[in-house]
């Protein structure tokens, strides 16, 4: 089963906006992992923060994280038509190479 | 500098049947990863190999085999081909170990697998 759950499902917002995606995982983790897909095809390495990091920054993206929630967030400033895609966060376990990816938020900019 | 390729991009295959998809990892990279996304789902774990063994290995069936070659690409097999099966199978592969994560992985565009 996936660890990761990512909030909303589905999102649409206009452009300029920001749009904020939440992602909750179960168990305890070294690094969690922001990715990109546009229409299904591969994904696109966004952001790593690792557990004793609380935030981070990128260009317009921004990811917190809360360990003692077991969540992050991942900020988009100022969207564009061309961030519409799937973004999913991606959690590793601790002891093995293996990343579990949630279910993804399905980002909408219209222009 | 060529990304993460996987051949082919797209295949469509009769249940029963075998299928093998190849992955060629980044310059440098020793890892490679294999994922499967069915449409609408996040990608699964599938495999990971580092220095051509195999270190992690998900909830997938015996059909499901793997392995890397000595220039450290890898091929994924899948024999007695389901229904189920039909996913986009994605292939990353990352500079280090669990030890020493500094970046994400680096995914191909993946091959669509389409079982009929």
């Known amino acids: 089963s996936q660890q990761g759950e990512e909030d909303p499902q589905a999102l649409s917002i206009q452009e300029g906006e920001n749009a904020t995606m939440n992602c909750s995982y179960k168990t305890s983790i070294n690094n969690l992992q922001w990715y990109r897909q546009n229409s299904g095809r591969g994904l696109v390495h966004l952001i790593l923060?690792?557990?004793?990091?609380r935030e981070k920054h990128s260009g317009r993206l921004r990811v917190t994280l809360d360990t003692s929630k077991k969540s992050s967030s991942l900020l988009i400033t100022a969207s564009r038509a061309a961030d519409t895609a799937s973004y999913f966060c991606a959690t590793d376990v601790p002891g093995t190479y293996k990343y579990i990816f949630g279910t993804g938020t399905r980002l909408k900019v219209l222009a | 500098d060529a990304g993460v390729t996987q051949s082919p991009t797209h295949l469509i295959k009769t249940r029963g049947q075998h299928v093998t998809l190849r992955c060629s990892p980044i310059s440098g990279h020793k890892s490679v990863s294999w994922y499967q996304q069915v449409l609408g789902q996040g990608p699964q774990f599938i495999f990971q190999y580092y220095e051509k063994e195999e270190r992690g290995r998900g909830n997938f069936p015996d059909r499901f085999s793997a392995r890397q070659f000595p220039n450290y690409s890898s091929e994924l097999n899948v024999n007695a081909l389901l229904l189920g099966d039909s996913a986009l199978y994605l292939c990353?592969?990352?500079?280090?170990?669990?030890?020493?994560?500094?970046?994400?992985?680096?995914f191909g565009s993946g091959t669509r697998l389409t079982v009929v």
């Open positions: 990353a592969s990352s500079l280090g170990d669990r030890h020493n994560v500094r970046d994400g992985y680096t």
């Open positions: 923060i690792r557990s004793n990091e």
